[in-house]
């Protein structure tokens, strides 16, 4: 299974809401990142963990809080979002963190309103 | 910050033409990477040249790195509707937390 799968596909939340993106993978990859995309701009980076402990926060607003529970999963915590952090998440997995490739989700489509 | 630049930031062209794109960077790094992008959809890894290779292969595509002028490229010969999406370069630093860090990506159109 060499699939990364991202749910919900879309979200639309408004401000004062509280949602979870999901994110799993069964290829025994020990790293998972968060990125954020913006229209027609590269990818960003947010949160990378690496054996289930956060090892690198891009300096994300607290509204956004990710978690690892085990090794094949990461969320993302949203609460109290504002428009302009509508945009695609996706979420990636690589083998370690020594620069290999990254296997990107399909994404989730998030609009604020 | 973003690492890398490319240009052009547009490409358009008919199929069965060659597409070529390229990369700037501007620090050291271990490795580059090409990824692809449709529209609205994750990235895929397409190739990764390390720093001490030069050229690289793989099916239609073809990658050089020059890294004492910091530049990378990406031939796709012989392009098809499908190769359609936005192509990013990514590099992988070698100082600080190993991270990639994405190009502002090239838009490519292949025309039928």
């Known amino acids: 299974d060499t699939e990364v799968t991202q749910t919900p596909k879309h979200l639309v939340m408004g401000m004062t809401n509280k949602k979870s993106l999901k994110c799993e993978q069964h290829?025994?990859?020990?790293?998972m990142y968060w990125y954020k995309q913006k229209a027609k701009k590269p990818p960003e980076l947010m949160f990378v963990?690496?054996?289930?402990?956060?090892?690198i926060n891009e300096s994300v607003p607290s509204r956004f809080s990710p978690e690892c529970p085990n090794s094949s999963l990461l969320n993302l915590h949203l609460h109290a979002l504002q428009p302009e952090d509508s945009a695609l998440y996706l979420c990636?997995?690589?083998?370690?963190?020594?620069?290999?490739?990254?296997?990107f989700g399909p994404g989730t489509r998030l609009t604020v309103l | 910050s973003q690492q890398g630049e490319e240009d052009p930031q547009a490409l358009s062209i008919q199929e069965g033409e060659n597409a070529t794109m390229n990369c700037s960077y501007k620090?050291?790094?271990?490795?580059l990477q090409w990824y692809r992008q449709n529209s609205g959809r994750g990235l895929v890894h397409l190739i990764l040249?390390?720093?001490?290779?030069r050229e690289k292969h793989s099916g239609r595509l073809r990658v050089t790195l020059d890294t004492s002028k910091k530049s990378s490229s990406l031939l796709i010969t012989a392009s098809r509707a499908a190769d359609t999406a936005s192509y990013f370069c990514?590099?992988?630093?070698?100082?600080?937390?190993?991270?990639?860090?994405f190009g502002q990506g090239t838009r490519l159109t292949i025309n039928p």
């Open positions: 990636a997995s690589s083998q370690d963190l020594v620069g290999n490739e990254q296997f």
């Open positions: 290829m025994g990859h020990r790293a």
């Open positions: 963990y690496s054996y289930e402990k956060l090892s």
């Open positions: 620090t050291s790094i271990n490795n």
């Open positions: 040249i390390r720093s001490n290779e």
């Open positions: 990514a590099t992988v630093i070698i100082q600080g937390a190993q991270k990639l860090v």
